[in-house]
Every structure is written in C-alpha cells, then in structure tokens.
C-alpha cells in the first residue's frame, strides 16, 4: 500500500516540476498597422512593451514582401539589436521623429556570424525590421518620411 501512494506523490511531483520549469515563449508582437516610409507601404506588426520588443522577430516565420516588425519606443534608445533566434535575415530602419536616420543592410542571423550588435547611428524612437535587400530594392534613404 505504501508504493502506490509514493509512486503517485512522485507523478504529482513530476507534473508539477515539468509545468514549473516548461519553456515559456514571450508574447508576439500585437496587432498590425500599416507603416509609410519614402512613399512605401508596408504592414507592420508593433513591438510597443518590452516583452514584444524582447522577442522582436525572433524565431518568426519569414516576412512577406512588404511586412516587417516596427519597434516602438516611449523614449529614445540608442540600445543595439542583436539577431538572436532569428531565421532570416533584415534590413534594420532607423527613425527618429518620423524619419529614417540610417540603414543598416542585410543583418544576418546570429548563426551565420556569432554574436553582432547592430547599433543605431543616433538615439532612435521607432525601428523598422524588413526583410533583407528590402532598403536597396525600395531605395530607402536617410531623410525619408515615415508616416
């Protein structure tokens, strides 16, 4: 009698170990917007708390032509992103007051060049991920508007 109440104690206490510790994914980006930047539409999903900003595109499926993620700021930040879980690689648009204040192309995944920090070129208040070549094919610039 002794064996089966200890053997279901052990169950109970396994189930609850592999709940307590199971891997646990951050939300995903919320709702979708559409986003202008130099005359392009694109359809972006917004990263507006630190969860969402957190996972950014991590682990997503490939972007569509003209998808991409917009990250948005409270502030200002001039932290650097990092390609981490990534499955493709983007081009990364920086804006700062509703316009691109730099570019930086094809951002690989962190598996094809180890640990990289993609820094903005100046404090940004919005970031724009594409998919990559999405910058050379749309010739966006420095100045562009973002509407």
């Given at each position: 009698m002794k064996w089966p109440l200890l053997l279901a104690i052990a169950v109970i206490l396994s189930v609850a170990l592999i709940w307590a510790f199971r891997p646990t994914s951050l939300p995903r980006a919320r709702g979708t917007r559409t986003l202008s930047v130099g005359g392009h539409d694109f359809s972006v999903e917004i990263a507006d708390t630190v969860a969402f900003r957190a996972r950014g595109?991590?682990?997503h499926a490939p972007l569509l032509e003209n998808e991409g993620m917009?990250?948005?700021f409270r502030g200002t930040t001039s932290g650097p992103f990092w390609m981490k879980?990534?499955?493709f690689p983007i081009d990364i648009i920086w804006i700062r007051d509703g316009i691109v204040v730099g570019v930086t192309e094809n951002a690989l995944p962190m598996g094809q060049?180890?640990?990289r920090l993609y820094p903005p070129p100046m404090a940004v208040d919005r970031v724009l991920e594409v998919?990559?070549?999405t910058v050379k094919r749309l010739?966006?610039?420095r100045g562009d508007e973002v509407h």
């Open positions: 595109l991590s682990g917009l990250f948005v879980d990534m499955l060049t180890g640990f998919n990559a070549h010739h966006v610039i």
